[in-house]
Structure formats: structure tokens, C-alpha cells
């Protein structure tokens, strides 16, 4: 029997007054962090170590998160070199009424760096 793949998303967040304008909507500036600091907590665990953030795709917003929304965000690893990750974050938005919408997803580049700031391999501190 073939069960279906459970994805358990990366982060978790509510969006709340303070993530939204005056219509209700989250900015994007708020989504933008949150998908900042899912894909960094997955590179900082795979290089065992501080990574920095070093290319964004475009992102597109498909539909609006809205205030009450839960979203979720779920990140799969593209490319593992030496010394940097590239993953797709994925954003979905779990609605008030239980539905689920798909937001945006886009690809991020990280590097593994050291105390100093200098790139490092993965692995290394």
C-alpha cells in the first residue's frame, strides 16, 4: 500500500498584525525573513556552523498571506558543493478555514563561513 509523502515544513509562523499592512496582507519584507531563516537554519546544520545568505532568485507572490494565516515553509537541498548550499524554500499558506494555498518558492544560495567572516568548507569552524 502506497502512503502518501508527509512533509513536515522547516519553520512555522503565524502571520500577525505586526507582519501586515493596513489591508490585512503580509509584506513582503516579512516573508522575505522568514524564508531567510529557513533556509539558513538548514545550512547552518548541514556545514555544522554560521553560513551567510549570497543569492536570492526572484519570488513571485502566487497569492496573499493574510492576517491569521499560518504559514509554512518548507525547504528541500538542490546543491551541496564545498563551500555553499543551494536549496528551494517552498511557502504554503494554511488558511483560517483549513485550506492550504500555494505562496511562492524560490532558490537560495549560502555559504559556509568562518569567525571571521571568510567562506570556509562545509564541516570546517
Known amino acids: ?12 509562523v503565524r502571520a500577525l498584525p505586526t ?3 493596513a489591508y490585512g496582507r503580509v509584506q513582503a519584507g516579512w516573508l522575505m525573513n522568514q524564508i531567510d531563516m529557513a ?7 548541514l556545514s555544522r556552523g554560521p553560513v551567510t545568505t549570497v ?11 493574510l492576517l491569521g494565516d499560518v504559514v509554512d515553509l518548507y525547504v528541500e537541498r ?4 564545498q563551500k555553499s548550499i543551494t536549496l528551494k524554500i517552498t511557502v ?4 483560517i ?27 570546517d569552524i
Open 1 to 12: 500500500m502506497d502512503r502518501p509523502e508527509v512533509r513536515i515544513p522547516t519553520l512555522r
Open 39 to 45: 533556509g539558513s537554519l538548514d545550512a547552518e546544520r
Open 97 to 123: 478555514d483549513g485550506s492550504h494555498e500555494a505562496i511562492t518558492e524560490v532558490v537560495a544560495t549560502y555559504v559556509a563561513v568562518d569567525c571571521d567572516g571568510k567562506s570556509r568548507l562545509l564541516g
Open 19 to 21: 507582519s501586515t499592512n
Open 92 to 95: 504554503e499558506a494554511e488558511r
Open 55 to 65: 543569492a536570492v532568485n526572484t519570488f513571485q507572490f502566487a497569492a496573499p498571506i
Open 78 to 81: 538542490l546543491r551541496i558543493g
